[in-house]
């Protein structure tokens, strides 16, 4: 999947990390620990159904339309709070940080 070739090949990722969320382990998303999941198109409408159940904030990115969603999080925070791990490990790797821009 696109999730795991990017977060194998780019990310400095230090908490939990499940590349494609099996349907039977949804419960999850409401740990109260920072994570990166990978989800199928076809479970969006169940986390939207989850919507109200206290998941938090979310800042969900869809890979295959290159779209950021954000919720619980003011989209303008987003930059604050989430540290940029894609632009820092680039640049750990030699590559150039604007690439991303």
């Known amino acids: 999947s696109a999730l795991s070739i990017l977060a194998q090949g780019l990310l400095n990722w230090q908490h939990l990390y499940i590349p494609v969320l099996p349907p039977h382990l949804f419960q999850y998303l409401a740990a109260p620990v920072p994570y990166l999941i990978g989800m199928l198109n076809t ?3 169940r986390l939207d159904q989850a919507r109200s159940d206290g998941l938090g904030e ?3 990115i ?7 969603e954000t919720r619980g999080i003011n989209p303008v925070d987003v930059a604050k709070k989430i540290p940029d791990l894609f632009r820092s490990a680039m640049t750990d790797q030699g590559m150039p940080a604007n690439t991303l821009s």
């Open 43 to 45: 479970m969006m409408p």
């Open 58 to 60: 979310m800042v969900i």
């Open 62 to 68: 869809n890979l295959d339309t290159v779209q950021m």
